[in-house]
């Protein structure tokens, strides 16, 4: 398809918006495809009202306590809030998923993951990742919660880096390798615990119960295992000169979805770029952000813990606040997780407790 312009435009997007008027992005295929920058009078989040399902939503995962509470899926993934807490060592239990690859990120606490391939050890701002059908056991030194992400009909993989170079985002060496020594000099300290594996297979939970622990393994070889990352060892791409599409904040890749992770960053600096994240439709995904840490600017009254959901079908972008708000600041300081899915999200009901109802309200200037 050919570059067409009509009327007032800009030479760059993101860029020299006329005064008064309002920029919004419509992309196809996650911003990677065609895509068009309209110039409108007004905001197009100006809604008055909204009549019906579809909309933007706000749900507060920190009302939610215990346990493992599944809170969106589709044929391509799941999306969890997890909790895990200090256990007796002769109460440890290994988990594996037989329906796909884990991907856990902490919110809260520290510990340990026991896996067959060795020891991997944890804090708040850690992704996990445990490829499907390796048993693993959360041995949690303090209280500690997960928002997890399970990718059910592919594998993970690192996104693609293009002519930016292969250490860019995080360098290979950012990635955290079991240890299998420490694993067993800590199975000797727990005096060989877990006996016991829970599968989960098709959202049912079977047991295989051993006289021995499950943890055997004296070494192995190959590129397949579970590792981690930290959101201190990641190196967000930024342009000092016009606003980047949330792709470019690519963690790890999936066939149906993308994990993003947005961190904090120096602002845009020349006098005529957009400082926030620009008003947009991804015409093809629907959109959650967890936000995990720090002062979300682009959002008003967030704390951590919360998760905002944007499917597709409606432009959505920054707060009215955040637009007044921008010119005096020189840098973010946040710290989230974006989840964008090809496929429609569905929503437990369950976390309808924890909604706030009003959040499409919250574009209305009052």
Known sequence: MH??????????????????????????KGFFGPVSHLIRKQPSTRW????????????????IDGGRQRLFYNSALNVYWWWAVPT????????????????????????????????????????????????????????????????????????????????AVYDINAIGKPD????????RELHE????????????????LYNDTIYDVVGWKGDLFPFTLHMDDMMPLMS????????????????????CTFLPRPLEKDS????????????????????????FFSRDNLHAGMLSLHPSGFPHGPHPKAMKGISDKTETNE???????RLRLNREPAISRVELENYWQSWMIK
Do not use: W
């Open 193 to 208: 615990p877990v006996r016991e594996i829970e599968v989960k297979h098709e959202e049912q939970t079977t047991r295989f």
């Open 272 to 295: 005529d770029a957009l400082k926030v994240p620009f008003y947009h439709q991804n015409i093809d995904y629907d959109e959650i952000i967890f936000y995990h840490d720090g002062n």
């Open 335 to 341: 710290y989230a997780v974006m989840v964008d899915s």
């Open 48 to 63: 008055s009202k909204i009549e019906g399902e579809l909309k933007p939503r706000m749900f507060d995962l920190a009302k």
């Open 180 to 187: 299998l020594e420490k694993l067993h000099a800590r199975l």
């Open 240 to 259: 000092h000169r016009a606003h980047l599409p949330p792709s470019a904040h690519s963690t790890l890749v999936a066939r149906d979805f993308v994990v």
């Open 88 to 167: 007796q060592p002769d109460q440890l239990k290994a988990f594996r998923s037989s329906d796909g690859d884990l991907l856990y990120f902490c919110h809260k606490g520290e510990g340990e993951f026991l896996t067959e391939y060795g020891l991997l050890t944890y804090r708040a701002g850690h992704y996990l990742n445990v490829p499907k059908c390796i048993a693993h056991t959360i041995v949690a030194k303090s209280p500690s919660i997960f928002f997890v992400v399970e990718n059910l009909n592919s594998h993970y993989e690192e996104p693609a880096r293009g002519i930016v170079g292969r250490q």
């Open 3 to 28: 570059h067409y312009a009509q009327g007032k435009s800009t030479k760059q997007a993101h860029k020299a918006i006329p005064d008064g008027h309002f920029e919004e992005e419509q992309g196809l």
